[in-house]
C-alpha cells in the first residue's frame, strides 16, 4: 500500500503572504499570482527560474510544435531528457506542458503560457490543500477552481509578454527572465 505525501512551500514570510490569499476572497487572483511566484523566486533553494530557463525546456516546447500525436511526442521528449541526463522537476512540467499543446502551431505562442500556467498550478499545489474549508476555498471543488484560476491568469500574462523575433534555446533564458519580472508584477 503507498502513501501520498505533499511537499509543502518552505515556512518563510513570502509564502505566508501568498498563503493569505488562499484564505482571503478580497485577495484579488491578480495578486495571488504575483504573491506566488515572489514567494517562489525568494527562496533559498528549488530556483524554478533558473529551472524554467534551461535549455532541454525549450527543447522540449520545440518538439511540441512538431509533434503529431501526443503518444509521440511524449516518446521524443522523453528521449530528451534521457539523452542529457536532464530530468527535473522543470522537465516534467515541461512535458506535462507540451503534451497539452502538441501539433498545435507556434511553440512560442502556445507552449509558453502552458508551461507557466503547470508551474503555477504546481507552485498552488503545494499548500493549497491545507486551506481548505479555510474561507476562501471550503471544498475541494472550490480548491480545484481556485487553482485554476490562478493557472489561468499565468497564462494570460504570459502569452501578454512580447516573444524574441525568433525563439531558440538561446534566447530562452532571457524571455523566462522577462516572463517571471511579469508574473510578479514588476513589469
Avoid at 85 to 91: D, E, G, Q, V
Avoid at 98 to 118: K, M
Avoid at 122 to 142: C, H, I, K, M, Q
Avoid at 164 to 176: A, I
Wanted: no cysteine; charged share 20%.
Amino acid at each position: 500500500m503507498g502513501t501520498s505525501v505533499n511537499q509543502s512551500s518552505p515556512r518563510t514570510l513570502s509564502w505566508k503572504v501568498a498563503q493569505a490569499g488562499y484564505r482571503d476572497p478580497k485577495v484579488s487572483i491578480d495578486r495571488v499570482t504575483s504573491e506566488v511566484w515572489r514567494a517562489a523566486l525568494n527562496q533559498e533553494s528549488g530556483d524554478i527560474e533558473r529551472l524554467l530557463s534551461q535549455p532541454v525546456v525549450a527543447r522540449i516546447g520545440a518538439l511540441a510544435s512538431g509533434s503529431v500525436s501526443r503518444v509521440d511526442l511524449a516518446k521524443r521528449s522523453a528521449a530528451e531528457i534521457a539523452k542529457g541526463k536532464h530530468s527535473s522537476l522543470a522537465t516534467d512540467i515541461a512535458r506535462r506542458a507540451a503534451v497539452q499543446v502538441a501539433g498545435a502551431g507556434n511553440w512560442a505562442e502556445v507552449f509558453a503560457p502552458r508551461l507557466f500556467a503547470e508551474a503555477t498550478t504546481y507552485l498552488v499545489s503545494r499548500d493549497l490543500p491545507g486551506f481548505v474549508g479555510l474561507g476562501r476555498v471550503r471544498t475541494v471543488a472550490e480548491s480545484m477552481s481556485f487553482r485554476q484560476s490562478v493557472a489561468n491568469r499565468a497564462a494570460q500574462i504570459v502569452a501578454s509578454v512580447p516573444r524574441p523575433g525568433k525563439m531558440t534555446e538561446r534566447t530562452w533564458p532571457e524571455y523566462v527572465r522577462n516572463v517571471v519580472l511579469h508574473l510578479r508584477g514588476r513589469q
